[in-house]
């Protein structure tokens, strides 16, 4: 356990579908990240919220939209996807004072998409 | 520009070392990392190493920095099957107030008896 975690764990949705994935955090940071994971390529950051503030939008199409309410939680609201964003979606926090701002990972969400 | 490489695949026999390289582009990284992934699992940090250091040593795990040539190595000793999985390399940028972290394809390492 990494003190992250994700809801749902799976997510099978059609291409018209609206959905949203969560994470949630109980380790006091500060900062909080989406990724994107696809088979045989790197982790791709999409989004960064530093503060409850969105300091980094790495070009990601507007079909995924985040939230960030307060620094526990965040968001990724999901809506008219395509096949090609079926993925693991992980989720990070990081503290952002002192020491190696060490990035703590939740167990993802394996979407699929119809 | 950002760019962090490994080779995909690593296959070992149980008992043995394991042995797993990473070279990085940006000289400015204050830190790398390596992450381990579990099949169905999210990103477990394993070590990491501060950037004016070239070795570091965790029980099993020793990590090696030449930051002359930018590249990094993770070596497991006494390989058990127990640590077969993805391995993450990563190196972190200094962005807005939060470290970047820039991750390798990862490596695949398969323990076999």
């Known amino acids: 356990e990494t003190g992250v975690t994700q809801t749902p764990r799976h997510l099978v949705m059609g291409m018209t579908n609206k959905k949203s994935l969560k994470c949630e955090q109980h380790?006091?940071?500060?900062?909080m990240y989406w990724y994107k994971q696809s088979a045989k390529k790197p982790l791709e950051l999409m989004f960064v919220?530093?503060?409850?503030?969105?300091?980094e939008n790495n070009s990601v199409p507007s079909r995924f939209s985040p939230e960030c309410p307060n620094s526990s939680h965040l968001f990724l609201h999901l809506h008219t996807l395509q096949p090609e964003d079926s993925a693991l979606y992980l989720c990070a926090s990081s503290p952002t004072s002192g020491g190696a701002h060490e990035q703590f990972f939740g167990p993802g969400t394996r979407l699929t998409v119809l | 520009g950002e760019d962090v490489e490994q080779s995909l695949f690593l296959s070992v026999r149980e008992g043995d070392s394991s042995v797993i390289n990473c070279t990085y582009t940006?000289?400015?990284?204050?830190?790398l990392y390596w992450y381990k992934q579990e099949p169905g699992a999210g990103l477990q940090l394993l070590t990491y190493i501060f950037s004016n250091m070239d070795m570091k040593q965790d029980q099993r795990l020793t990590v090696l920095l030449n930051k002359k040539d930018k590249h990094l190595s993770l070596r497991i000793a006494d390989t058990q099957t127990g640590d077969s999985a993805i391995y993450f390399c990563?190196?972190?940028?200094?962005?807005?107030?939060?470290?970047?972290?820039?991750f390798g394809a990862g490596t695949r390492l398969a323990v076999h008896p």
């Open positions: 940006d000289s400015s990284s204050t830190y």
């Open positions: 919220y530093n503060f409850k503030e969105q300091t």
């Open positions: 380790l006091g940071h500060n900062a």
């Open positions: 990563a190196e972190s940028i200094q962005s807005g107030g939060y470290n970047k972290l820039i």
